[in-house]
């Protein structure tokens, strides 16, 4: 993230300063659209493979989940919303890579980022409700209730994004960031929690129902601890923000989140957690087949 910073906002002094030199950004050069040297061309060969490979499968994903809504199946709206913000970012994405960094895309790319953020977080709200409060939560699971929190949850990226876009001082601005990256990780470590202490009292959700939400909880958790927390890591860091390692990890993986959005999708359909276990229970079967026949 620190090269989408000073790349497109031609910060050429410290992280402490907070004027901008608007002549040198439009007079730089970029071998590879933003990314530069070695380490830029890595990162332009990586997004190019997460463009490539996203935006078709995402695509395929929003119209299967819309095929379910003309067939009165039950859709997912955060879902569908998430995959949206995926795209937000894969464009800008197409736009950093095909030319000089123009701001615009950054502010989007951040915009659709936290947006992914938001959906995610009700993702997972919204399974710990059906396990911990069924009843509750179906009475007031109406489509009104998804359109207002769809609504706030496109509304608040802007608490970030507007005050990058008028230049404020960029500690604060990346502050705003790590706190708002941060915030979601306790409750995903909270509803799984929540989720798991309640599960044998459920008796109103079916067995599979239940293996797919408590799947849909451990794939959010484990893509925003692999994926979003080296780049909270870098936001805290301080002075070692300029640790190059750290930064292109940290930029890469967070590139990596619409990838491992498909994840999300593949587990809320039914009969794919059943699958997967028996999968999972096939090979068990078979290694321990081997080590009899062996013995």
């Not at 805290?236 to 999708?265: C, F, H």
Request: hydrophobic share 50%; glycine share 4%.
């Amino acid at each position: 993230m620190e090269d989408l910073y000073i790349n497109n906002n031609s910060w050429d002094k410290s992280f402490n300063d907070t004027n901008v030199s608007n002549n040198n950004y439009q007079n730089s050069s970029y071998d590879f659209g933003c990314f530069g040297g070695n380490k830029g061309f890595i990162q332009y060969v990586v997004t190019w493979i997460i463009i490539c490979v996203g935006l078709p499968l995402i695509l395929l994903a929003i119209y299967s989940l819309c095929s379910m809504v003309r067939k009165d199946h039950g859709a997912p709206v955060y879902i569908i919303n998430l995959l949206i913000s995926d795209i937000i970012q894969l464009l800008c994405m197409i736009g950093w890579v095909t030319t000089n960094c123009n701001n615009i895309f950054l502010y989007f790319y951040f915009y659709g980022l936290f947006s992914s953020v938001g959906f995610m977080v009700c993702i997972s709200l919204e399974r710990y409700l059906l396990i911990v409060w069924p009843l509750w939560y179906r009475f007031r699971r109406t489509i009104k209730t998804y359109v207002v929190v769809c609504v706030l949850v496109w509304i608040l990226p802007l608490v970030y994004v507007l005050p990058l876009y008028f230049w404020l001082d960029l500690k604060i601005t990346l502050t705003i960031a790590a706190i708002y990256l941060l915030l979601p990780l306790p409750l995903f470590i909270f509803f799984l929690g929540g989720t798991l202490k309640a599960l044998s009292a459920s008796i109103s959700v079916s067995s599979d129902e239940k293996q797919r939400i408590v799947a849909v909880l451990v794939v959010v958790l484990l893509i925003y601890t692999l994926l979003f927390m080296p780049s909270i890591v870098w936001l805290l860091a301080g002075e070692d923000r300029k640790n190059s390692r750290l930064t292109i990890v940290s930029e890469i993986l967070i590139q990596l989140s619409p990838l491992a959005d498909l994840i999300l999708y593949i587990f809320t359909m039914k009969g794919t957690t059943d699958k997967i276990l028996a999968s999972l229970c096939c090979c068990r079967i078979l290694t321990a087949t081997e080590e009899r026949t062996h013995a």
